[in-house]
Protein backbone atom coordinates (compact mmCIF):
# COMPACT_ATOMS: atom_id res chain seq x y z
CA UNK A 1 0.00 0.00 0.00
CA UNK A 2 2.63 2.24 1.13
CA UNK A 3 4.71 1.91 -2.46
CA UNK A 4 1.84 2.39 -4.19
CA UNK A 5 0.58 4.83 -2.79
CA UNK A 6 3.90 6.56 -3.29
CA UNK A 7 4.18 5.39 -6.89
CA UNK A 8 0.60 7.35 -7.95
CA UNK A 9 0.88 10.43 -5.63
CA UNK A 10 4.21 10.56 -7.80
CA UNK A 11 2.64 10.69 -11.65
CA UNK A 12 -1.52 11.50 -10.55
CA UNK A 13 -2.01 15.02 -11.69
CA UNK A 14 -2.79 17.40 -8.62
CA UNK A 15 -6.03 17.50 -6.66
CA UNK A 16 -8.99 17.70 -6.92
CA UNK A 17 -8.83 15.93 -10.47
CA UNK A 18 -11.23 13.18 -11.75
CA UNK A 19 -9.94 9.78 -10.67
CA UNK A 20 -11.96 6.29 -12.30
CA UNK A 21 -11.03 3.10 -10.03
CA UNK A 22 -12.11 0.36 -11.92
CA UNK A 23 -11.79 -2.80 -9.61
CA UNK A 24 -11.40 -0.36 -6.94
CA UNK A 25 -13.07 -2.97 -4.13
CA UNK A 26 -14.22 -1.65 -1.37
CA UNK A 27 -12.54 1.49 -1.82
CA UNK A 28 -9.14 1.31 -0.37
CA UNK A 29 -7.34 3.88 -2.71
CA UNK A 30 -10.33 5.93 -2.73
CA UNK A 31 -10.05 6.10 0.66
CA UNK A 32 -6.63 8.08 1.27
CA UNK A 33 -7.18 9.57 -2.56
CA UNK A 34 -10.15 11.10 -0.92
CA UNK A 35 -8.19 12.97 1.83
CA UNK A 36 -5.36 13.84 -0.57
CA UNK A 37 -8.52 15.59 -2.36
CA UNK A 38 -9.35 14.27 -5.69
CA UNK A 39 -12.56 13.19 -7.07
CA UNK A 40 -13.16 9.08 -6.75
CA UNK A 41 -15.59 7.11 -8.87
CA UNK A 42 -15.06 3.13 -8.05
CA UNK A 43 -16.32 0.92 -10.41
CA UNK A 44 -16.39 -2.96 -9.07
CA UNK A 45 -18.48 -5.65 -10.54
CA UNK A 46 -18.87 -7.21 -6.52
CA UNK A 47 -22.54 -5.52 -5.01
CA UNK A 48 -20.89 -5.86 -1.25
CA UNK A 49 -17.45 -4.18 -2.33
CA UNK A 50 -19.52 -1.38 -3.96
CA UNK A 51 -21.44 -0.69 -0.88
CA UNK A 52 -18.01 -0.26 1.14
CA UNK A 53 -17.08 2.16 -1.48
CA UNK A 54 -19.60 4.35 -1.33
CA UNK A 55 -18.99 5.12 2.09
CA UNK A 56 -15.52 6.71 1.54
CA UNK A 57 -15.21 7.79 -2.81
CA UNK A 58 -16.99 9.99 -4.43
CA UNK A 59 -19.08 7.17 -5.99
CA UNK A 60 -19.58 3.72 -6.41
CA UNK A 61 -21.28 1.78 -9.22
CA UNK A 62 -21.57 -1.48 -10.15
CA UNK A 63 -19.24 -2.19 -13.69
CA UNK A 64 -17.42 -4.12 -15.94
CA UNK A 65 -14.02 -2.91 -16.56
CA UNK A 66 -14.43 -4.16 -19.76
CA UNK A 67 -18.15 -2.18 -20.57
CA UNK A 68 -17.20 0.59 -18.50
CA UNK A 69 -20.75 2.92 -18.43
CA UNK A 70 -19.38 6.22 -18.59
CA UNK A 71 -18.69 9.36 -21.20
CA UNK A 72 -15.59 9.35 -23.60
CA UNK A 73 -12.52 11.31 -21.91
CA UNK A 74 -14.30 12.08 -18.75
CA UNK A 75 -11.73 11.71 -16.30
CA UNK A 76 -8.07 12.89 -15.68
CA UNK A 77 -6.85 9.29 -14.59
CA UNK A 78 -8.02 6.11 -14.77
CA UNK A 79 -6.65 3.07 -12.21
CA UNK A 80 -7.04 -0.27 -12.98
CA UNK A 81 -5.48 -1.65 -10.24
CA UNK A 82 -6.86 -5.17 -9.83
CA UNK A 83 -8.76 -6.10 -13.33
CA UNK A 84 -5.86 -7.27 -15.79
CA UNK A 85 -4.79 -9.91 -13.18
CA UNK A 86 -8.69 -11.26 -12.80
CA UNK A 87 -8.63 -11.20 -16.89
CA UNK A 88 -7.11 -14.56 -17.96
CA UNK A 89 -7.69 -13.93 -21.49
CA UNK A 90 -5.35 -11.45 -23.66
CA UNK A 91 -8.68 -10.26 -25.09
CA UNK A 92 -10.35 -9.22 -22.45
CA UNK A 93 -7.48 -7.59 -20.99
CA UNK A 94 -6.87 -5.34 -24.43
CA UNK A 95 -10.61 -4.10 -23.82
CA UNK A 96 -10.59 -3.47 -20.43
CA UNK A 97 -7.61 -1.15 -21.36
CA UNK A 98 -9.28 0.27 -24.47
CA UNK A 99 -12.11 1.27 -22.26
CA UNK A 100 -9.62 3.13 -19.89
CA UNK A 101 -8.33 4.82 -22.67
CA UNK A 102 -11.75 5.67 -24.31
CA UNK A 103 -12.59 7.83 -20.80
CA UNK A 104 -9.85 9.35 -19.79
CA UNK A 105 -9.08 12.69 -21.13
CA UNK A 106 -6.28 13.26 -23.64
CA UNK A 107 -3.02 13.68 -21.56
CA UNK A 108 -4.66 11.95 -18.77
CA UNK A 109 -3.33 9.04 -16.80
CA UNK A 110 -3.74 5.66 -16.90
CA UNK A 111 -1.96 3.52 -13.93
CA UNK A 112 -2.64 -0.55 -14.38
CA UNK A 113 -1.32 -3.04 -12.20
CA UNK A 114 -0.11 -6.97 -12.60
CA UNK A 115 0.88 -9.81 -10.60
CA UNK A 116 4.91 -10.89 -11.22
CA UNK A 117 5.18 -13.78 -12.90
CA UNK A 118 7.57 -15.33 -10.44
CA UNK A 119 5.54 -13.94 -7.32
CA UNK A 120 4.40 -16.87 -6.52
CA UNK A 121 7.92 -18.60 -6.49
CA UNK A 122 9.19 -16.09 -3.79
CA UNK A 123 6.31 -16.42 -1.67
CA UNK A 124 6.45 -20.35 -1.66
CA UNK A 125 9.68 -20.28 -0.93
CA UNK A 126 9.44 -17.62 1.90
CA UNK A 127 6.43 -20.02 3.27
CA UNK A 128 9.07 -22.80 3.48
CA UNK A 129 6.93 -25.25 1.57
CA UNK A 130 8.18 -25.08 -2.37
CA UNK A 131 9.69 -28.13 -2.07
CA UNK A 132 6.54 -30.41 -1.35
CA UNK A 133 6.08 -31.95 -4.60
CA UNK A 134 2.17 -30.67 -4.74
CA UNK A 135 3.41 -27.13 -4.15
CA UNK A 136 6.39 -27.31 -6.54
CA UNK A 137 4.00 -29.02 -9.56
CA UNK A 138 1.48 -26.33 -8.85
CA UNK A 139 4.38 -23.21 -9.36
CA UNK A 140 5.89 -24.88 -12.20
CA UNK A 141 2.63 -24.85 -14.00
CA UNK A 142 2.04 -20.95 -13.15
CA UNK A 143 6.12 -20.64 -13.93
CA UNK A 144 5.23 -21.96 -17.49
CA UNK A 145 1.53 -20.48 -18.17
CA UNK A 146 1.15 -17.51 -16.32
CA UNK A 147 -1.68 -18.81 -15.12
CA UNK A 148 -3.14 -19.97 -11.88
CA UNK A 149 -6.33 -21.68 -11.90
CA UNK A 150 -7.54 -21.08 -8.72
CA UNK A 151 -8.81 -24.31 -7.91
CA UNK A 152 -7.15 -24.68 -4.19
CA UNK A 153 -6.54 -21.77 -3.12
CA UNK A 154 -5.98 -17.56 -4.03
CA UNK A 155 -8.43 -17.36 -7.08
CA UNK A 156 -8.25 -17.34 -10.83
CA UNK A 157 -5.05 -15.12 -11.90
CA UNK A 158 -3.41 -14.41 -14.81
CA UNK A 159 0.82 -13.19 -14.04
CA UNK A 160 2.62 -11.01 -15.98
CA UNK A 161 6.34 -9.93 -16.70
CA UNK A 162 7.21 -6.33 -16.46
CA UNK A 163 7.50 -6.39 -20.93
CA UNK A 164 4.45 -8.11 -21.05
CA UNK A 165 2.68 -5.69 -18.79
CA UNK A 166 4.21 -2.43 -20.10
CA UNK A 167 3.38 -3.61 -24.12
CA UNK A 168 -0.50 -4.18 -23.44
CA UNK A 169 -0.36 -0.68 -22.01
CA UNK A 170 1.82 0.68 -25.00
CA UNK A 171 -0.47 -1.18 -27.23
CA UNK A 172 -4.09 0.07 -25.86
CA UNK A 173 -2.69 3.58 -27.41
CA UNK A 174 -0.70 5.08 -24.49
CA UNK A 175 2.48 6.57 -24.47
CA UNK A 176 5.40 6.91 -22.19
CA UNK A 177 4.62 3.53 -21.09
CA UNK A 178 6.82 2.14 -17.77
CA UNK A 179 6.70 -0.21 -15.04
CA UNK A 180 7.68 -0.19 -11.98
CA UNK A 181 8.31 -2.98 -9.10
CA UNK A 182 5.84 -1.93 -6.39
CA UNK A 183 7.61 -4.34 -3.38
CA UNK A 184 11.20 -4.25 -4.93
CA UNK A 185 13.72 -7.08 -5.11
CA UNK A 186 13.76 -8.23 -1.12
CA UNK A 187 9.71 -8.23 -0.47
CA UNK A 188 10.53 -11.81 0.15
CA UNK A 189 12.47 -11.76 3.33
CA UNK A 190 9.97 -9.60 4.92
CA UNK A 191 7.27 -12.53 4.17
CA UNK A 192 9.75 -15.18 5.74
CA UNK A 193 10.90 -13.09 8.78
CA UNK A 194 6.95 -12.82 9.39
CA UNK A 195 6.61 -16.13 8.57
CA UNK A 196 9.36 -17.31 11.36
CA UNK A 197 8.21 -15.49 13.88
CA UNK A 198 4.51 -14.71 13.82
CA UNK A 199 5.25 -10.62 14.46
CA UNK A 200 4.62 -7.78 11.99
CA UNK A 201 8.17 -6.30 10.30
CA UNK A 202 6.06 -2.81 9.64
CA UNK A 203 8.33 -0.49 11.51
CA UNK A 204 11.27 -2.79 11.50
CA UNK A 205 14.96 -1.78 9.75
CA UNK A 206 14.12 -4.57 8.20
CA UNK A 207 11.46 -3.00 6.81
CA UNK A 208 12.74 0.44 5.75
CA UNK A 209 15.74 -1.23 4.46
CA UNK A 210 13.02 -3.57 2.36
CA UNK A 211 11.63 0.15 1.63
CA UNK A 212 14.77 1.70 0.66
CA UNK A 213 15.97 -1.29 -1.92
CA UNK A 214 12.71 -0.83 -3.48
CA UNK A 215 13.12 2.46 -4.47
CA UNK A 216 16.73 2.04 -5.40
CA UNK A 217 15.90 -0.22 -7.70
CA UNK A 218 13.23 1.09 -9.77
CA UNK A 219 15.95 2.38 -12.19
CA UNK A 220 16.77 -1.23 -13.20
CA UNK A 221 14.74 -3.30 -14.87
CA UNK A 222 16.51 -6.26 -14.46
CA UNK A 223 15.14 -5.89 -10.84
CA UNK A 224 11.33 -6.02 -11.98
CA UNK A 225 11.09 -9.81 -11.84
CA UNK A 226 12.14 -9.79 -8.60
CA UNK A 227 8.83 -7.93 -7.42
CA UNK A 228 5.37 -9.46 -6.42
CA UNK A 229 3.60 -6.81 -7.88
CA UNK A 230 4.42 -4.48 -10.71
CA UNK A 231 2.93 -0.78 -11.72
CA UNK A 232 2.34 0.30 -15.29
CA UNK A 233 1.62 4.26 -15.88
CA UNK A 234 1.41 5.43 -19.26
CA UNK A 235 -0.80 8.72 -20.65
CA UNK A 236 -3.11 8.99 -23.63
CA UNK A 237 -1.43 11.16 -26.13
CA UNK A 238 -2.52 14.96 -25.89
Known amino acids: MLRTQELLRR ?26 GYMVN ?14 VATN ?14 KYDAVLVLGPLYHLLERSDRDTALAEAY ?5 GGLIAAAGINRYASLFEHTAFAHLYKDGVRRSIESILASRIHDGKKSFTAAYFHSGAELRDEVAEAGFEDAEVFGIEGP ?20 LFESTLTAARMAEPYPDLLAASSHLLAVGRRPE
Do not use: C, F, N
Not at 60 to 73: M, S
Open 42 to 55: VVDPVPRHVDAARQ
Open 60 to 73: AELGDARDLREPDA
Open 102 to 106: RVVRR
Open 186 to 205: TWAMLKATEQYTGESVIGSE
Open 11 to 36: HLPPAPAAVLDVGGGPGVHARWLVKD
